[in-house]
């Protein structure tokens, strides 16, 4: 099986498990996902099986500046993970008025520095953040450069404010709410992430795991679900070839085509057949199914 499934992760789910529970009832030993979710986090995960895989570096590349999340927190207090899963480490009861949290908000558009949580998988002296933090040490992690699309606020709903976030790749949504919060003079703890967006692939093709199981334990066609490994691609020019030119591409041998240089998707009668580079009229392979 060669595909993707998008997939509406639910919360209290890692990436890889719920990664690992889609491939198994496909039957497919090899999988791989664009963008962790944390465990706590909910939207959309692309799950890739099989030769599906070989593409996620396309697709992030293609796609790496977009990413966008719905995401809400609660002021007078933080964690140590900066969400609600995580211990508390400070709480100042202070609730910002929303002229503040706006002012802050405005000041977070475009390049800005961002400093990842404690909690995260950036590798800090050969290892894991995370795993130094579970010791009770703080890892020194540097600020590195982020780029946020758009920012707003959107809310007050309860004790939980809301925002929506359009942003580069490596942003850390619970980095955004902390540094929104100390900017408007407080702490907060993020209680909900949503991600809508992801390399191209939205929440309107998305299905839930637990649809999928119950659909794969009643005997039901979970393939109809399954996207094809060029799915995410559309942006990136097609190369059409012939079955000779074809078979010695797919063998790794070069192909004289015509068109500017750069990236292609590689079909032969209709059918993908992996991704290669043109320069000076020549197609070369990079990965073939």
Request: proline share 4%.
């Amino acid at each position: 099986m060669n595909g993707w499934i998008i997939l509406d992760k639910d919360s209290g789910l890692f990436s890889r498990t719920a990664g690992a529970r889609v491939a198994r009832m496909f039957a497919e030993k090899k999988f791989g996902h664009i963008g962790t979710l944390d465990p706590m986090a909910t939207g959309v995960l692309p799950i890739a099986l099989g030769a599906a895989t070989k593409m996620i570096p396309f697709i992030e590349d293609a796609h790496a500046p977009v990413k966008e999340y719905l995401f809400s927190l609660q002021f007078g207090f933080e964690t140590d993970t900066l969400d609600i899963t995580g211990n508390e480490t400070g709480r100042d009861n202070v609730i910002p008025d929303e002229d503040a949290v706006r002012a802050a908000v405005a000041s977070m558009h475009g390049d800005i520095m961002q400093t990842p949580p404690a909690y995260c998988a950036v590798h800090v002296a050969g290892r894991r953040a995370y795993e130094i933090a579970r010791t009770g040490k703080i890892p020194e992690i540097a600020p590195r450069p982020v780029h946020i699309f758009d920012l707003a606020y959107t809310g007050r709903r309860g004790p939980s404010w809301h925002f929506k976030v359009r942003c580069s790749r490596g942003t850390y949504v619970r980095a955004i709410a902390r540094d929104i919060a100390h900017a408007a003079g407080a702490v907060a703890t993020v209680d909900m992430i949503r991600r809508t967006t992801s390399g191209g692939f939205d929440l309107k093709n998305a299905v839930t795991l637990d649809f999928l199981e119950n659909l794969f334990n009643n005997g039901g066609d979970i393939g109809k679900y399954l996207m094809s490994a060029d799915y995410g691609l559309g942006d990136i020019p097609v190369c059409c070839l012939d079955d000779k030119s074809a078979a010695l591409y797919i063998n790794g041998g070069f192909v004289e085509t015509a068109g500017a240089n750069g990236l292609r998707r590689v079909y032969n009668a209709g059918n993908f057949i992996g991704m290669g580079t043109v320069a000076d009229g020549i197609l070369r392979p990079k990965r073939t199914l």
